[in-house]
């Protein structure tokens, strides 16, 4: 019962992650203009994603544009957008193995080949989760550097955006969920005793049984 329960946890961890995954994904934000000029006034705000780049005016309206060529984009969003696509992938996979795998699920008969299934969709998940985390600290490290990079125009500094946050609490998830996934196993249902049976009656050469037996 502990060992499904753990299961089902880790399961609905690994889930929610893929959701904060995918989110992260599309969202146009892992880039946001930097004020950090004098004059707080502005009357724009660009913030840049993996697909596409928004910029809001003062005045609420917002215009979006998807990147035209993906040769010119800077080398950590080359980065990003495919591993994050990879990890996405994994994630799917990752869940369909462990529902293969499930308790109560009956994809598999045999329990011990269950309990190694949804191991293997735990590891699968780990894997996933790290090749999410890379991008956001590639792009986290890029952002900070340009940022106080002197030879950078204060115009074309940005800061972290929501996006990266929310993706290292997808990342988080992925890892915890997939560890309980590898954790959890059925217990054995094998005792520590072996049995033991008495021996076989013999009758004797007339035929009756021994009255030894019955004692």
């Known amino acids: 019962m502990a060992s499904a329960a753990l299961e089902i946890l880790g399961l609905i ?3 929610l992650g893929t959701l904060l995954e995918m989110v992260v994904c599309w969202l146009p934000s892992w880039k946001v203009t930097a004020f ?3 004059n707080i006034v502005v009357a724009l705000t660009i913030s840049e994603g993996l697909w596409m780049s928004c910029a809001v005016q003062s005045t609420g309206q917002m215009q979006c544009k998807i990147h035209d060529s993906m040769l ?9 957008r495919a591993l994050t696509v990879i990890s996405s992938v994994l ?9 293969a795998g499930a ?16 191991n293997v969709g735990g590891v699968i998940y780990i894997i996933s989760a790290i090749f999410m985390l890379v991008p956001l600290c590639w792009m986290a490290n890029s952002i900070i550097s340009d940022f106080y990079n002197p030879q950078v125009p204060a115009s074309q500094k940005r800061e972290i ?10 990342t988080a998830l992925l890892l915890l969920g997939g560890s309980m ?24 050469p007339n035929g009756d049984y021994d009255k030894r037996n019955y004692v």
Not at 182 to 204: D, E, F, I, L, M
């Open 103 to 118: 308790q109560c699920t009956n994809c598999i008969k045999t329990e011990n080949v269950k309990a190694r299934v949804v």
């Open 13 to 15: 961890l690994c889930v």
């Open 181 to 204: 996934l590898c954790c959890s196993c059925p217990a054995s249902r094998n005792s520590g005793y072996s049995a033991q049976y008495a021996p076989t009656k013999r009758s004797t």
């Open 161 to 170: 955006g929501a996006a990266l946050y929310i993706g290292w609490a997808a």
């Open 91 to 99: 994630c799917v996979i990752g869940l369909m193995v462990v529902i």
């Open 72 to 80: 010119a984009l800077s080398h950590d969003l080359q980065a990003a």
């Open 36 to 38: 950090i000029e004098a």
